[in-house]
């Protein structure tokens, strides 16, 4: 058995066989080998993963293995790993049914039960008419829940009543509506650590990680990097006919990747843009990329202009300290993106950070 896995065998079956699982078995492998045509297919019709790294063949047959399960998944993976694909490929292995997504970072918290659960005429001021919430619209789809480390503990609350008992009631409504959805929810920071920090629910967690799929960073797949590089080149093609030169492809190999997918993609992007040749050599990419954490002008240590006032409290305090780093890390790269991946924060955090403190980002100083 061990010698047919090694020379490719998918899966293997135990006598005496069953017609059910043998059917499980072969839609699975159909599923697996259906991830591998799409790389075949148009990018404009599909979401694709790419990458042929080990890593990356792992993340493939754990997709499809993932094929017809209707209970949460939950896509664990730091920021840019590319959880919203893996969920957009999971969706597609199914047949033609709706995919509601939803940033949970960027959605207000006194908003939180009228966008989910919607509403009814009267609820509140405002409430002109009757409104579906997104997870009823996600009714016999998928409903995907992006950066669920940012719901509150309130509204963490709400959310689990409805994945114990699939069961939605809208904002000043009295009748009960089952809701039949497959959740995936997508974290850039580890949801048992939050547990144990006391800053997620045990028990949500539980529900939303009965599949669980470990996203590895980008520097832990470096195989893949000049494939996804290629890849992104290739979409600015039409416009930019542009390749690396092997010192290149070498200075992006060398690099690694705070940012992940999408931090590649950027300067990808970039490159294509604002490289004078059209092979893109070593000095054009270290031009764009982020200084490493050992660099002069990373950042360690806050100036001294920074005074505490302790009648201020400590909410305010914080919230000075904290306006302080994002000023200082907008001033080591201006790119919000990039202020984000040096900070490690997802970039919704960042935003909502520059407009709670009204950091003036023409003058961060």
Request: net charge neutral; aromatic share 6%; with cysteine.
């Amino acid at each position: 058995m061990e010698l047919c896995l090694k020379a490719g065998a998918q899966r293997f079956l135990a006598k005496p066989l069953s017609a059910e699982e043998l059917r499980m078995v072969l839609d699975k492998i159909a599923a697996l080998w259906n991830l591998r045509l799409i790389d075949n297919i148009d990018r404009g019709q599909a979401y694709r993963w790419i990458g042929h790294s080990a890593a990356s063949l792992g993340i493939r047959k754990k997709i499809a293995d993932l094929k017809g399960e209707e209970k949460p998944i939950l896509l664990e993976g730091e920021t840019g790993t590319g959880k919203e694909v893996v969920a957009r490929l999971l969706h597609q292995q199914e047949p033609a049914r709706p995919l509601i997504s939803i940033n949970m970072a960027s959605l207000p918290e006194a908003l939180f039960e009228s966008e989910l659960f919607g509403h009814v005429k009267g609820a509140f001021t405002g409430a002109d008419t009757n409104k579906i919430g997104l997870i009823e619209a996600a009714h016999g789809g998928d409903l995907f829940l992006d950066e669920i480390e940012a719901l509150s503990l309130t509204n963490q609350a709400k959310l689990l009543r409805f994945l114990e008992n699939g069961e939605i009631r809208k904002v000043g409504g009295k009748d009960i509506i089952k809701v039949q959805t497959r959740v995936i929810a997508a974290s850039n920071r580890s949801l048992q650590q939050m547990v144990r920090d006391s800053q997620f629910r045990e028990d949500l967690f539980f529900r939303l990680a009965s599949q669980r799929l470990q996203l590895p960073p980008l520097r832990e797949r470096k195989e893949d990097v000049l494939e996804l590089s290629e890849f992104f080149l290739e979409i600015e093609k039409p416009r930019r006919n542009k390749k690396f030169t092997a010192d290149g492809s070498e200075a992006l190999l060398n690099y690694d990747w705070p940012g992940n997918v999408r931090e590649l993609q950027r300067i990808c992007e970039q490159l294509s843009l604002v490289s004078p040749l059209p092979l893109i050599r070593k000095e054009d990419v270290e031009a764009l990329l982020i200084p490493q954490p050992n660099s002069a002008k990373s950042f360690g240590t806050l100036s001294p202009r920074l005074s505490l006032n302790l009648a201020l409290g400590l909410a305010a305090l914080c919230e000075q300290f904290e306006t302080e780093i994002i000023r200082q890390a907008l001033q080591v790269d201006p790119d919000i993106d990039a202020a984000a991946q040096l900070l490690k924060i997802s970039r919704s955090s960042i935003y909502k950070k520059i407009k709670d403190y009204k950091i003036d980002l023409e003058n961060p100083t």
